[in-house]
């Protein structure tokens, strides 16, 4: 999947001339374009008025059919005037990035549209045929059996490296790990869990939409979708970010109409790229194997201390059952997993601890049991990523169509 996509466009050659080394635009009426424009500095004229001088154009996010699009205009500089776009296709497109598709021409069509859309001035002054890609993300998903398996395996890459790939842990999302440097200019990779940053992302979109916003309420309708939301709490994602200078270096056009010509005559282009991007990691984790606690014990020591007497005189063992269910999946969930997940009422949570301290336990011993090595079984790492390029959206998924195909099939009928 095409996770984010960011496209520079140049301005059209006769418009712009060298002035002391930088480039500037000449001829053009910036009242005209229509975008907020902001100064660096103002000076006073001999006249008395007020003048202005490093003129900018801020970033500023698009309307389009769900999320925004980044959007940014480079006026004059040492660089070639141009205008940056950055979204994220799946999310313009569907309302959520859980998953997705690998297809460029219909992310370009798409942003070009909304840009088009709300600044037809500006647009017909790019030189639409000389786009060229500054990075985009390729990102694929490995389904494991729970949200504490993905847990388990961020902590485990956490400590995976090979030559100067090397892990960093996220500071925003303890379930995020990336290696190399933040702001690489060739190749960035990162694993994580989409749940948590799913969960933040509809909060958002959810105070949003009790304030009004159309977008958010339309967000907020996708992402409270049952299925795709069973899809993020057990997804693994393995993220590759790919700047202009390593396509470049590896022999991939950045002329964005270039590459969508390799893609239709590439099938398998965007796993290709994925592979590369992450083969030192593959390379060091091959053999490699890790602990997945599942244990079973105790259910004679909770039936003895909680049993109770019915009023026929039988035995009722279904405190001991529950309390026994509940001990484990502590030990395949931990303790702060059940809590975030939310699956019991905090009431209910404290009073099925406190009743598993009765037999002995320890409050600490119950919030570290996940990791506990009693009769573990050891399972192979490869079967934890296994990425698997055929099964990467659901079967009931339907790829989306562009704007303007829409339009076009409108017209047509």
């Given at each position: ?45 001999d006249d008395g008025s007020i003048g202005t001088s490093c003129l900018y154009h801020p970033y500023e996010s ?352």
């Amino acid at each position: 999947m095409i996770d984010l996509l960011e496209i520079k466009i140049p301005f059209d050659a006769s418009l712009v001339e060298i002035i002391n080394e930088r480039h500037s635009l000449i001829g053009l009426d910036y009242q005209l374009m229509d975008i907020p424009i902001g100064a660096k500095s103002i000076h006073w004229k001999d006249d008395g008025s007020i003048g202005t001088s490093c003129l900018y154009h801020p970033y500023e996010s698009l309307p389009t059919s769900f999320t925004g699009m980044a959007f940014k205009c480079h006026l004059d500089g040492y660089f070639f005037p141009h205008i940056t776009l950055k979204a994220s296709p799946a999310k313009i497109l569907q309302g959520h990035n859980v998953f997705g598709f690998d297809d460029m021409r219909l992310s370009v069509e798409e942003m070009l549209f909304h840009l088009r859309e709300t600044y037809p001035v500006l647009y017909g002054l790019l030189s639409v045929q000389e786009a060229t890609i500054v990075k985009m993300d390729v990102t694929y998903i490995a389904q494991v059996d729970s949200p504490m398996q993905v847990r388990q395996l961020v902590d485990y890459m956490s400590r995976v490296s090979n030559g100067h790939t090397k892990p960093t842990k996220s500071k925003k999302y303890e379930t995020t790990c990336y290696w190399g440097g933040a702001n690489s200019r060739l190749i960035r990779q990162k694993m994580y869990s989409k749940w948590e940053e799913f969960q933040a992302q509809l909060e958002d979109y959810k105070k949003l939409s009790k304030r009004g916003d159309a977008h958010a309420k339309k967000i907020v309708s996708v992402m409270c979708d049952e299925r795709i939301q069973e899809i993020a709490r057990k997804s693994v994602r393995w993220e590759c970010t790919l700047m202009s200078r390593w396509l470049e270096r590896h022999g991939y056009p950045l002329n964005v109409w270039e590459f969508i010509q390799l893609e239709q005559s590439t099938p398998d282009l965007y796993p290709k790229l994925w592979n590369c991007g992450f083969a030192k990691i593959q390379d060091a984790m091959k053999g490699q194997t890790m602990i997945y606690v599942d244990d079973e014990k105790l259910l004679a020591k909770l039936k003895a201390q909680f049993s109770t007497t019915t009023a026929t005189g039988k035995v009722s063992y279904r405190k001991a059952i529950n309390l026994y269910g509940f001990y484990n999946q502590l030990k395949a969930m931990g303790y702060q997993e059940i809590r975030n997940q939310k699956l019991y009422g905090e009431r209910r949570f404290q009073q099925l601890i406190a009743d598993l301290c009765l037999c002995g336990f320890s409050k600490s011993y119950l919030q570290n049991l996940h990791i506990q090595n009693d009769e573990t079984k050891v399972i192979p790492f490869v079967q934890f990523i296994n990425v698997d390029f055929g099964q990467q959206v659901p079967s009931w998924y339907e790829k989306p169509v562009s704007t303007p195909q829409k339009l076009r099939q409108l017209r047509v009928a």
